[in-house]
């Protein structure tokens, strides 16, 4: 009892802590001017609320039976049984949710997509392969400017440029990997981390090729089978979206559309990595993690098992970059900064390493709450950090741990 | 006949430290041969450099007429030769059945796009490489637990998957380090049985590290003594037994 009034003192102080800049601070306004107001009761009403829990926590939980939230799921095997059926219902109400959302909502969606996607690449590199790589961002540069150059200087559509962009991605993460992946562990992060900064300063400084800070604007938007979703048609002899289905024009189309293309980029990253996972590569990936030694010992190449992972992990990146310039119509280097490296990779370990599912929860949850809590943006990163370290200190594994497709053995 | 492993005059210095120095032996094939010496004698050092885990600093290590002494790892393993490790190296938060499927790996459709389309060729491969799996669990015994993560299992059980595993990559020649340590008698025996089978029904030579002296008499063929890196005797096992320079190296001078 003298060791849980300590832990839940020790709570409660660091709840005070972090709660008297969050909630201590009012900011009011009168008229024009600003000012502080010091209102702690919260703060300590909350310190009090944590104490109060930490104390009662074990005799709570041996009270209610130690009913953890994996309990009241089904069981794993009638869950594996409803999983085709739940996925289905679920990829379903994702096609149709748009046409029933706010305009702003599925913006915010098409963000968040762009991020699982993103999250589902670095996975492989990270997850499956065991490999930091802390320049993740540097990839999906190269997509991005792939799809914007290519636009500008031959006219190339974004359905041409995505697989050329995911190509080039994966040619820059093939060149990277050659020499880095003999590199382990603090290593190879610390020269992925420093990729990522030449290709972003390579970017920002080429003026003639990139536009240097200013960017490139004016990259057009994705056409379907040819239809612009713009207001009058801007190739000669075009005709807009809404002319040839006979509709009033509206910009809510175009946002849904690139919702729809970003939902089939995932889907279709899900169904090759799903693949890639049951194939020999990927078990060969997630043997190496475990133990390089053994696989070599085994006749497993370490480098071009390595490097396949680096290269495909780098093409999901590439791909999420085109998407990401046609989506935005401008891009410059300021968008491919390290911070967003750190949020990729935060994605994943906070998903729980491997797991899909996870990647996709936690991409959802980093990208969609940030926009839900828009007046505490001064303390995302606060809450942001806080996060981890709690996740770290009680669920290492990841909100949803990865449980791998085993390939079963008939008994 | 040539011999299946020709090891000559095999050497690695480490710095100033000279750990093996003027070692040869040979195993020709549905040989069972044993390494043995005191500790720190060099035996795992002469492993690795057969193995391809160091580059031997002199000497040479040719398998069925080929040098391999100088190749990476993996590339010896594809000539056919594989190995355990002294402490065991299992894929442990893989299935049972998944560090056997990966083993194979140099034996499977490994083709990305094969793989992703599921031609028929490659579903055959993967079928092959799951029924070669599943006859090594029978022949170790542990087809029950072919399904469960392979750190869960129990000692004696993780090690016989490391000879399982080794097995199904379809090797010439497989090197045991120490495969008995740890287990208890009961367990060794079943190891000596499992030796034995290996060569008698699989067509494979054995290599062999131990310490348990009473399994290496009953099943080698031929024991190579080293100590302080230098080869101290060789020969059958009633030979070695009655060796006064092998018996003064493990007894110390009397």
């Given at each position: 009892?003298?060791?849980?009034?300590?832990?839940?003192?020790?709570?409660?102080?660091?709840?005070?802590?972090?709660?008297?800049?969050?909630?201590?601070?009012?900011?009011?306004?009168?008229?024009?001017?600003?000012?502080?107001?010091?209102?702690?009761?919260?703060?300590?009403?909350?310190?009090?609320?944590?104490?109060?829990?930490?104390?009662?926590?074990?005799?709570?939980?041996?009270?209610?039976?130690?009913?953890?939230?994996?309990?009241?799921?089904?069981?794993?095997?009638?869950?594996?049984?409803?999983?085709?059926?739940?996925?289905?219902?679920?990829?379903?109400?994702?096609?149709?949710?748009?046409?029933?959302?706010?305009?702003?909502?599925?913006?915010?969606?098409?963000?968040?997509?762009?991020?699982?996607?993103?999250?589902?690449?670095?996975?492989?590199?990270?997850?499956?392969?065991?490999?930091?790589?802390?320049?993740?961002?540097?990839?999906?540069?190269?997509?991005?400017?792939?799809?914007?150059?290519?636009?500008?200087?031959?006219?190339?559509?974004?359905?041409?440029?995505?697989?050329?962009?995911?190509?080039?991605?994966?040619?820059?993460?093939?060149?990277?990997?050659?020499?880095?992946?003999?590199?382990?562990?603090?290593?190879?992060?610390?020269?992925?981390?420093?990729?990522?900064?030449?290709?972003?300063?390579?970017?920002?400084?080429?003026?003639?090729?990139?536009?240097?800070?200013?960017?490139?604007?004016?990259?057009?938007?994705?056409?379907?089978?040819?239809?612009?979703?713009?207001?009058?048609?801007?190739?000669?002899?075009?005709?807009?979206?809404?002319?040839?289905?006979?509709?009033?024009?509206?910009?809510?189309?175009?946002?849904?559309?690139?919702?729809?293309?970003?939902?089939?980029?995932?889907?279709?990253?899900?169904?090759?990595?799903?693949?890639?996972?049951?194939?020999?590569?990927?078990?060969?990936?997630?043997?190496?993690?475990?133990?390089?030694?053994?696989?070599?010992?085994?006749?497993?190449?370490?480098?071009?098992?390595?490097?396949?992972?680096?290269?495909?992990?780098?093409?999901?990146?590439?791909?999420?970059?085109?998407?990401?310039?046609?989506?935005?119509?401008?891009?410059?280097?300021?968008?491919?900064?390290?911070?967003?490296?750190?949020?990729?990779?935060?994605?994943?370990?906070?998903?729980?390493?491997?797991?899909?599912?996870?990647?996709i929860l936690a991409a959802l949850a980093l990208t969609v709450l940030p926009e839900l809590a828009r007046q505490f943006e001064e303390y995302r990163m606060l809450v942001f950090g806080l996060v981890m370290v709690l996740m770290m200190i009680w669920r290492p594994q990841g909100l949803l741990p990865s449980k791998r497709p085993r390939m079963e053995l008939p008994t | 006949m040539s011999a299946l492993l020709s090891v000559r005059d095999l050497g690695m210095r480490f710095g100033g430290l000279l750990a093996v120095d003027g070692v040869s032996f040979d195993v020709n094939s549905g040989q069972v041969v044993s390494i043995i010496g005191p500790n720190g004698a060099g035996k795992t050092t002469v492993f690795n450099c057969i193995s391809g885990f160091y580059r031997p600093t002199s000497g040479q290590v040719s398998l069925l007429g080929k040098t391999i002494s100088g190749l990476p790892g993996h590339k010896v393993a594809r000539h056919g030769l594989v190995r355990t490790f002294q402490n065991v190296r299992l894929f442990r938060t893989m299935t049972v059945v998944e560090n056997l499927l990966v083993a194979q790996h140099s034996r499977v459709d490994t083709n990305l796009l094969t793989g992703m389309l599921k031609t028929r060729a490659y579903r055959a491969k993967e079928a092959a490489a799951m029924e070669r799996a599943g006859f090594w669990l029978d022949q170790v015994g542990l087809r029950e637990v072919a399904n469960r993560e392979a750190g869960n299992l129990a000692y004696g059980q993780q090690r016989r998957l490391e000879i399982a595993r080794c097995m199904v990559t379809g090797p010439r020649l497989v090197m045991l380090d120490e495969p008995a340590a740890g287990l208890n008698p009961n367990e060794t025996r079943e190891l000596d049985e499992l030796i034995l089978l290996l060569r008698a029904e699989h067509d494979v030579s054995v290599l062999l590290i131990e310490h348990d002296m009473k399994l290496v008499m009953e099943i080698s063929d031929h024991i190579v003594v080293i100590d302080q890196g230098r080869p101290l005797a060789e020969g059958t096992a009633a030979e070695i037994r009655n060796n006064p320079d092998v018996i003064k190296a493990y007894l110390g001078e009397s």
């Open positions: 009892m003298p060791g849980q009034l300590k832990g839940a003192l020790f709570s409660a102080a660091v709840m005070l802590v972090l709660a008297v800049p969050i909630l201590g601070i009012q900011i009011t306004t009168e008229g024009s001017s600003v000012s502080l107001v010091g209102e702690l009761h919260y703060a300590f009403i909350a310190a009090g609320l944590v104490f109060v829990f930490k104390l009662l926590e074990r005799p709570l939980s041996t009270l209610l039976g130690m009913t953890h939230a994996a309990n009241l799921l089904p069981s794993a095997d009638r869950m594996a049984t409803y999983r085709p059926a739940i996925l289905t219902v679920l990829i379903v109400l994702a096609f149709i949710w748009p046409f029933t959302a706010s305009r702003g909502a599925v913006d915010v969606a098409t963000l968040a997509l762009i991020y699982v996607m993103l999250g589902l690449g670095l996975n492989i590199v990270v997850g499956f392969a065991g490999l930091l790589d802390l320049g993740y961002v540097a990839f999906y540069a190269v997509g991005a400017y792939s799809y914007a150059l290519l636009t500008e200087y031959f006219g190339l559509s974004f359905w041409i440029s995505l697989p050329i962009g995911a190509g080039l991605a994966a040619l820059f993460g093939f060149v990277l990997g050659f020499p880095v992946l003999r590199l382990r562990g603090d290593y190879l992060a610390i020269v992925t981390l420093g990729f990522g900064e030449i290709i972003r300063l390579l970017l920002n400084n080429w003026d003639e090729l990139t536009g240097g800070p200013d960017g490139i604007g004016n990259i057009p938007k994705p056409t379907l089978f040819g239809l612009e979703f713009t207001r009058t048609a801007k190739a000669d002899g075009n005709i807009p979206f809404h002319e040839f289905f006979g509709l009033e024009y509206s910009g809510t189309y175009r946002v849904i559309f690139l919702y729809l293309l970003a939902l089939l980029l995932v889907l279709f990253t899900l169904f090759v990595i799903n693949r890639l996972i049951r194939m020999p590569v990927g078990r060969a990936w997630e043997a190496l993690r475990e133990d390089e030694i053994a696989s070599r010992s085994l006749g497993l190449n370490p480098t071009n098992i390595k490097l396949s992972a680096f290269t495909l992990g780098a093409s999901f990146g590439g791909m999420a970059g085109c998407f990401f310039a046609a989506r935005q119509g401008f891009i410059n280097p300021e968008s491919f900064t390290f911070i967003e490296s750190a949020i990729v990779l935060a994605i994943v370990v906070l998903g729980g390493m491997g797991s899909q599912i996870g990647v | -």
